[in-house]
Each structure stands twice: as structure tokens, then as C-alpha cells.
């Protein structure tokens, strides 16, 4: 479909960030200015308390200035990408926010420099917002370098961000797949289709055209990753860490028990509950043979389910009511005002999101097709604009956003409440053995399959950090025994999934996977307060923002994701989940 072709009512309205061009161009010249501005207060931020407070206010009006620019253009060019004005405010959007990027890196060195001026300042109470914004500043101090080595070190990263750059950049080309006589496009997105083909050699043929690719380059791969790796042991041993991962725990003061503590509880304590799963699967579909090509096919027959937007709206009403009046007129309003745009159209970006700037609404964008994912998305991408909203309305922008390792809870629970509400209205057995499968099949991939990439993750660490010679095979061995030990005995690991560990992306971060479950353990934690009526403290916590340390914004809503129970209970619904499915489908 053509985007102009599309109703009003099922796009979004962007003028909560500019009415028209004018306005963008308006702001573009005041940001300018201001930039200018603030660069003249080089070597006399503190002055004095009023020099300080001025320029705090201004950095941060500078960064909504900017925030509206890039978070506008970049929309607009999301739907309508062959527009030439919307191109053009990208690149200008862009070029501004590199700048200033550039130019105010004076800031964090001088605001260091002055640390203790400034702890006098912050005593007082019309400094007292800035009192955590500069306490995590001034915590990175034990890990900084002189301003001679930390120039030296953004060199060094332009060197091993190479790594990354190389991989994302590599572009495989895989034979294609035979599917009734006729030959099929494989690529990584086409892949997952495949493996729903009934046909077992359909199957079998796209997963060995697949990582066939990776086998041929399997040096290249090993040779990036470890790459990337070396990368972020040097970092982390200049900057006076432990090793990589405390360097990357730190930012959100985590623990190193806390991680160990997460991959404990997936990859030992509980993973027999995961190795049920797999044998009833085998079970179900009746193989002889179990491959690990075979654990995408479904499980449920596709069953004619479809909902539209506003029956969406209607049953997200039901679902989330629970949350209270407020949040259900708020998903209301999201509808209303437009805050979303709905449908796919040539050239709109593929896939979902919650987006948008502090002073905005928080929009989303989702391709809808009227499916159970489209209503599943469109709850998730809900809950980040509440969270988004909450946390927006009740900070200041230099207080207002949530960090990664809390961004996943609100969407999740959205997600939860959801599947709980559809399973208890539904009668037919097949619609709910449906949603009992794609529930099982999101609590894996966050719950169990994150933590086997994690323990990756470390491993690769260690070898590097300890100097141990590695090849590809050292890798690729290591994944095909960690592969094993996931899928269980129900489960036949093939020789070449071997290579699965060189097209996981998230391979070239710095330990983030084992967040993704540490969000899901605390969502359902949240969701079980929610049932009994306690929403208070859920409510309070979308509000926080960036305002207090994420860990801490958890433990005061009642979920210490540190402690052992939170884990426990997510295992435990998981069995409960697979226990009730099973009954489904006897
Ligand atoms: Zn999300």
C-alpha cells in the first residue's frame, strides 16, 4: 500500500515535535546559536554557582533542542524515506548532534576538574536536581585517564570499533532453497520461514545452506569477534577495571553475582524444566528425530485468529485495566491523538518501535496485520510509551530516561497481562494452546536462551583476557558444547550449528544479553504483585526515569532483581505454563 493511501486516523501526527517545516527550521537556528553559547563558557562553567546552574539549564535545553531535531527527522524518514526535505533534515539533524557532540567535550573534563566546587554547590537546594546526574559523573572518575591518554583512547576506539564495522558490514549469499521444485531466497530473514516448512528437507536444506556460509568464513568471523573482544578487554584493563564485565556491569552498578547468579539459575538450576520442553515437542509433532532445525516448527496448527485495531484497543482495555483508569484513558489517547503509526506501507521501516523526545508524545511505529503479533507488538511498544510517558512527566529531561536494564519491564508486563486476560476469555482450546506456545516460546528466548549466550560471552572473555591462543575451532567447539548441554536429549545437534556463534549480533556489544532476563524474571515478579491488586508500586516505578540507579528503582518498588526469588518464581511459572500446555495437548 501507498502511504497516501492510508487514512489520517491510522498515521501519526508529529506535530507535538513541529507543526511544519518552519518550526524545524526555527529550532534548528535557535540550537545553533545556543551551541555557540555554551561553547564560550570553556574554562568558566563554574565560576560561580549561578555560571554552574546557567549552564546546566542550557546544556540541557540544548539537549531537547537537538533531541526534537534528530528524533523528527529520523521519523519523518522512517515512513516516507524518498522524501528529499526529510532526507535533508536527517543529514542537517545529524551533522548538528556530531557537532556538538565535539565541541562541548570540554564539559565533562572541566565539570571533573571541579568536583569539589561543585559538591559545595549541590549542598544548596536550587542545585539539588543536579545531585545524581553528578554523582554518576563523578563515579567514572576512578576509571578516567588524563586528558592526553583519554585522547589517545577515542583513537584506539575508532581502531576497534572496526571490528563491529566489519562485521555489520559483511553481507553473505547463501544458495537457495528447493521448496515444491521451485528455488527460494534465503537470507537470515527468510531463514525462520523455512524452518516453519512442513517439508523435513526443506528444513535440513535451508539450515546447512545457512551456516555453510559461516563454515566458509568461519576465520573471518573468528578472527572479528576476538577482535572486538581484545577490544573490550583493552578498555576495560586501561580504565582500572577487573576485566570487561565488571567494566560493563559498573555502568548500572551491578554486580558480578548478579550476572553469575542469572546464568546459574538458566543454564543449571532450572534448565531441566527447558529439557521438558524439548521432549514435548518431539512428543507432539511425533519425529523419530529431533534436529535443532526442527524447534521452530509450531506447534499449533495456524488457527484463523485476527483482530483489528480497535477491537486491539478493546481487548488491551480489558487486559491492562488492572494497571487503572489512568493507564487505560492513556491508551486511549495514544489512539485518539495519534501518537501511532499503524500500518506498513512501501518504503515505511519494517519491524516496531517506541520512540520519541522528551517534550513529545511518545509515538510508536508497528507494521500491523491484524494477527495475534501485531496485537502481542502493539502492547509491548505500549508499555515503553507509558514508561516513556510516566518518566517524561514527572522529570526533568536531565532526569527523565530510563536506562536499557529496566526498559524491557514495561513492555513485558504489557505483554503478560495481556496473554493472561486473552487465556482466561478464551474457551476455544486451540486459540489458548496458541498463546501457550508463543508464551513458552518468549519466557525461552528470554529466560534460557540469553544466559547460554552469556556464558559465551564470558568465556570468550576470559580466553582473551588470559592471553590463551584462540582459533575458530577453540569457539566454535566450545558453542557446539554449549548447544548440547541447552537443547538436552530430545534434541539433535548437528555439527554445524557450530557456527551459530558468529552471526549472533549481540556478540559485538559488551554483555547486554543477560539483561533481556533480567527483565523478563522482574516483569513477571511485577505482574504477580499486579493480579492481587498491587499496582502502587509498579505505577511509582514507570515514573522514575533516570532519576535514581536502575537497580535501586526496582528494589524500592518491591522487586530486588538481585534476589534469588524473583529468578525462582519466573522458572516456576515457566513450568507452570509448559505443565498447562501439555494438558492442552493431550
Ligand atoms: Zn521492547
Known amino acids: 500500500m501507498l502511504r497516501n493511501e492510508i487514512e489520517e486516523k491510522y498515521k501519526w501526527d508529529l506535530s507535538s515535535l513541529y507543526k511544519n517545516q518552519e518550526a524545524f527550521d526555527h529550532d534548528y537556528q535557535q540550537a545553533q546559536s545556543l551551541l555557540e553559547e555554551l561553547c564560550t563558557y570553556k574554562d568558566h562553567i ?5 555560571s554552574y546552574i546557567y549552564f546546566m539549564n542550557a546544556e540541557e535545553t540544548l539537549g531537547n ?10 521519523m519523518c524518514t522512517d515512513v516516507e524515506p524518498e522524501n528529499e526535505q526529510h532526507q535533508h533534515n536527517f543529514a542537517k539533524a545529524n551533522a548538528f548532534m556530531q557537532k556538538s557532540g565535539v565541541d562541548l ?3 565533562t ?16 537546594d536550587d542545585c539539588k ?4 546526574p553528578m554523582e554518576e559523573l563523578f563515579r567514572t572518575i576512578p576509571h578516567r585517564l ?3 591518554r583519554e585522547q589517545m583512547l577515542s583513537q584506539v576506539r575508532e581502531l576497534t570499533s572496526i571490528a563491529q564495522d566489519t562485521f555489520q558490514s559483511f553481507r553473505l549469499e547463501y544458495e537457495p532453497v528447493v521448496v515444491d521444485g521451485k528455488e527460494e531466497f534465503l537470507n537470515g530473514a ?31 568471523f573468528a578472527n572479528t569477534l576476538i577482535g572486538h573482544t581484545k577490544g573490550q578487554v583493552f578498555f576495560a584493563k586501561t580504565r582500572n577495571y577487573e576485566n570487561a564485565l565488571e567494566a560493563s556491569l559498573y555502568q548500572d552498578r551491578a554486580s558480578s553475582e548478579l550476572f553469575h547468579k542469572v546464568l546459574y539459575m538458566a543454564n543449571e538450576k532450572y534448565r531441566p524444566f527447558l529439557h521438558d520442553y524439548f521432549a514435548l515437542r518431539k512428543s507432539i509433532l511425533g519425529l523419530k528425530e529431533q534436529h535443532v532445525y526442527d524447534i521452530y516448527l509450531d506447534l499449533v496448527d495456524d488457527i484463523p485468529q485476527s483482530y483489528t485495531i480497535d477491537e486491539s484497543f478493546d481487548i488491551l482495555s480489558k487486559a491492562l485495566s488492572v494497571l487503572g483508569e489512568d493507564y487505560v484513558k492513556l491508551i486511549q489517547r495514544a489512539k485518539e491523538e495519534r501518537w501511532i503509526d499503524f500500518l506498513p506501507s512501501k518504503g515505511k521501516c519494517t519491524g516496531a518501535y517506541s520512540w520519541g523526545s522528551y517534550s513529545s508524545n511518545p509515538y510508536i511505529l508497528t507494521n500491523f496485520t491484524e494477527n495475534y503479533e501485531s496485537l502481542s507488538t502493539l502492547a ?32 513485558t508486563v504489557n505483554e503478560i497481562l495481556l496473554n493472561q486476560y486473552l487465556l482466561n476469555t478464551t474457551t476455544d482450546k486451540k486459540v489458548k494452546a496458541n498463546i501457550l506456545a508463543n508464551l513458552l516460546d518468549q519466557l525461552i528466548g528470554t529466560l534460557y536462551r540469553q544466559p547460554m549466550f552469556a556464558q559465551f560471552e564470558e568465556q570468550l572473555h576470559t580466553w582473551v583476557q588470559e592471553r590463551k591462543p584462540i582459533s575458530s575451532t577453540t569457539l566454535t567447539d566450545y558453542y557446539l558444547s554449549l548447544n548440547k548441554e541447552y537443547f538436552g536429549p530430545s534434541v539433535i545437534v548437528d555439527e554445524l550449528q557450530k557456527y551459530g556463534c558468529y552471526y549472533i549480533p549481540h556478540f559485538y556489544y559488551n554483555f547486554y544479553v543477560y539483561k533481556y532476563s533480567v527483565g523478563m524474571a522482574v516483569a513477571l515478579s511485577f505482574v504477580k504483585k499486579i493480579k492481587v491488586g498491587q499496582t502502587k508500586d509498579y505505577l511509582t516505578f514507570l515514573q522514575k526515569g533516570g532519576s535514581e540507579p536502575c537497580i535501586d528503582q526496582l528494589v524500592n518498588a518491591g522487586v530486588d532483581p538481585c534476589s534469588d526469588a524473583v529468578y525462582e518464581d519466573a522458572f516456576t511459572y515457566f513450568q507452570q505454563i509448559l505443565e498447562e500446555f501439555k494438558q492442552l495437548m493431550q
Open 46 to 50: 563554574c565560576d560561580s554557582k549561578e
Open 65 to 74: 533542542f537537538i533531541e526534537n531535531l534528530y528524533v523528527y527527522a529520523k
Open 105 to 107: 567535550t570540554f564539559v
Open 109 to 124: 573534563l572541566e565539570l571533573i576538574a571541579h568536583k569539589e566546587v561543585i559538591e559545595r554547590y549541590l549542598e544548596d
Open 129 to 132: 536536581d543536579f545531585r545524581y
Open 146 to 148: 588524563d586528558e592526553e
Open 190 to 220: 527468510t531463514y525462520y520461514v523455512f524452518l516453519k516448512n512442513k517439508d523435513p528437507q526443506v528444513r535440513k536444506d535451508a539450515f546447512e545452506h545457512y551456516f555453510k556460509e559461516y563454515q566458509r568464513y568461519e576465520n573471518v
Open 380 to 411: 509491548h511498544e505500549l508499555g515503553h510509551s507509558m514508561h516513556s510517558y510516566f518518566s517524561h512527566k514527572h522529570n526533568r529531561p536531565m532526569l527523565a530516561n530510563y536506562k536499557i536494564f529496566v526498559a524491557e519491564v514495561a513492555s
